[in-house]
């Protein structure tokens, strides 16, 4: 089966095909061809086109949707949170009468089991996002956010998954969360699996990253 793969740059939607080929290899089988499908080329072009109005963005949407459709794409797995904050895919999925998986549609799930979590996201819209998603589901949820753009920039520009945490201070953060009783610290970007092993050296609690249910919605019937 053929997915489109849409993220914010073409480093994140690179990401987003390495995350489906490494489902392919660990099932021993071709279980889904991803279909390379970025909305811009860098982080300084996503965040204009995330605050761009309602018609450019529909426009790109289109152009992208239609290519994929050419493209015989059955399912589309939009591996950006700022960007499936940024437009209403649940809406144009409807429109379209397409399978959209956005990792918003997850943190919903979320929400439901616990009652205090901490996340990490590329910015603040993207942050807003999350947070109202995870408290759709679960009023009286805590959840305590951050946005950062430098992540995102340092993990585009290859830097060193140690030298992040450290320059920018992320082991603070994570012990200000867990200092605040977070159960959990959700990434809340698709760049912060970039990351993952070194938060898990200095963070005791668990962390999220919602790829994986967001495949398996995808490639559910």
């Given at each position: 089966?053929?997915?489109?793969?849409?993220?914010?740059?073409?480093?994140?939607?690179?990401?987003?095909?390495?995350?489906?080929?490494?489902?392919?290899?660990?099932?021993?089988?071709?279980?889904?061809?991803?279909?390379?499908?970025?909305?811009?080329?860098?982080?300084?072009?996503?965040?204009?086109?995330?605050?761009?109005?309602?018609?450019?963005?529909?426009?790109?949407?289109?152009?992208?949707?239609?290519?994929?459709?050419?493209?015989?794409?059955?399912?589309?797995?939009?591996?950006?949170?700022?960007?499936?904050?940024?437009?209403?895919?649940?809406e144009y999925s409807k429109e379209r009468d397409v399978k959209i998986v956005t990792p918003l549609q997850i943190y919903r799930e979320l929400g439901k089991r616990y009652r205090r979590i901490g996340f990490i996201s590329?910015?603040?819209?993207?942050?807003?996002?999350?947070?109202?998603?995870?408290?759709?589901?679960?009023?009286?949820?805590?959840?305590?956010?951050?946005?950062?753009?430098?992540?995102?920039?340092?993990?585009?520009?290859?830097?060193?998954?140690?030298?992040?945490?450290?320059?920018?201070?992320?082991?603070?953060?994570?012990?200000?969360?867990?200092?605040c009783g977070c159960e959990a610290l959700l990434l809340g970007c698709t760049h912060f699996p970039y990351i993952k092993e070194e938060l898990e050296k200095i963070c005791t609690i668990p962390i999220i990253d919602p790829?994986?249910?967001?495949?398996?919605?995808?490639?559910?019937?």
């Open positions: 089966m053929k997915i489109a793969v849409i993220a914010g740059t073409q480093v994140d939607t690179r990401m987003g095909v390495d995350y489906v080929e490494h489902k392919n290899a660990e099932a021993g089988e071709r279980l889904a061809e991803p279909v390379f499908l970025p909305v811009t080329d860098t982080c300084d072009d996503q965040i204009k086109f995330q605050y761009s109005g309602y018609e450019d963005k529909r426009r790109r949407m289109d152009e992208i949707f239609d290519e994929a459709a050419r493209e015989g794409v059955k399912a589309y797995f939009v591996y950006c949170n700022s960007l499936s904050g940024a437009f209403d895919f649940d590329a910015n603040n819209l993207s942050a807003h996002n999350i947070e109202k998603h995870l408290m759709s589901q679960n009023e009286e949820l805590y959840a305590i956010g951050s946005g950062n753009m430098a992540i995102v920039s340092a993990i585009e520009a290859g830097r060193a998954p140690s030298d992040i945490v450290r320059e920018l201070g992320l082991d603070h953060m994570v012990q200000y969360m867990e200092a790829a994986d249910e967001m495949f398996a919605a995808v490639m559910a019937d």
